[in-house]
């Protein structure tokens, strides 16, 4: 494949992108008022776009090495993207990808050729996974739960896989890979799993998605030129 028909592969799926981000806004204040579920998605989703994360971080460390030592795996059926690395699941709990952290930059930034923020890029690119992740296992995929927060709404801290081509991915490392969201980090800054930054420092050094601007707010807080090496 040259690299002229990867870019334009890549311009076709940020245009595609920008169409369901689009669509997502239009249908936001008809769907607050069709009911309980949709007045929470939309809650959640104007807060993130206007660059706060509403769901919390976990009560309780997480139990990473449980992935390896005990995979338990749990059916999951998405219901809509709440944030750009949090859906709502069917049994109304919210599932956190704990290797994910969306972008918040609320600062005007273009996405294929068009005028919008990382935040939507974000919440839009959450969305869009959700229905290919679903799309080849009868509208639901399984997750493996790290930690889990009390309350109302529960709150889940998971991973999620979907198969591709005949392969299990990591619903997290697409969505890093492709520019849509960042790798988790700790307290201490360290990345809540070394090889979802491998994925991060990959999709920068290609410009993906939102990398390819010239410069974003990270959730960290800190301003990354996309050109700059990585330290």
């Known amino acids: 494949?040259?690299?002229?028909?990867?870019?334009?592969?890549?311009?076709?799926?940020?245009r595609l992108l920008f169409c369901t981000l689009l669509n997502a806004l239009i249908a936001l204040?008809?769907?607050?008022?069709?009911?309980?579920?949709?007045?929470?998605?939309?809650?959640?989703?104007?807060?993130?776009?206007?660059?706060?994360?509403?769901?919390?971080g976990p009560q309780i460390p997480l139990d990473t090495l449980s992935i390896t030592t005990r995979l338990d795996l749990q059916t999951v059926s998405p219901i809509a993207?709440?944030?750009?690395?949090?859906?709502?699941?069917?049994?109304?709990?919210?599932?956190?990808?704990?290797?994910?952290?969306?972008?918040?930059s609320t600062e005007p930034m273009e996405f294929a050729g068009m005028p919008t923020t990382c935040a939507m890029i974000s919440l839009a690119g959450m969305s869009a996974a959700l229905d290919e992740a679903k799309t080849g296992a009868g509208d639901?995929?399984?997750?493996?739960?790290?930690?889990?927060?009390?309350?109302?709404?529960t709150v889940r801290y998971a991973e999620c896989f979907f198969v591709e081509n005949g392969a299990v991915r990591s619903l997290s490392e697409a969505l890093i890979?492709?520019?849509?969201?960042?790798?988790?980090?700790?307290?201490a800054g360290r990345p809540v799993f070394p090889e979802y930054l491998q994925a991060e420092e990959a999709a920068r050094s290609e410009r993906a998605g939102i990398w390819a601007s010239d410069q974003f707010a990270h959730p960290n807080g800190e301003r990354y030129p996309v050109n700059s090496s990585t330290n």
Not at 81 to 104: M, N, P, R
Not at 141 to 151: D, E, I, K, S, Y
Not at 177 to 187: E, F, I, P, S, Y
């Open 29 to 56: 204040p008809f769907a607050a008022r069709a009911g309980t579920t949709s007045e929470f998605v939309s809650y959640y989703q104007n807060a993130y776009a206007e660059g706060r994360d509403l769901i919390p």
């Open 140 to 153: 639901a995929f399984p997750c493996h739960v790290l930690a889990q927060n009390p309350g109302r709404p």
């Open 1 to 14: 494949m040259t690299d002229a028909s990867m870019n334009n592969g890549a311009r076709r799926f940020d």
């Open 81 to 104: 993207a709440l944030s750009g690395g949090a859906f709502l699941g069917a049994d109304g709990s919210v599932i956190k990808l704990a290797g994910v952290q969306g972008c918040l």
């Open 177 to 187: 890979r492709k520019g849509l969201a960042l790798a988790a980090r700790d307290r």
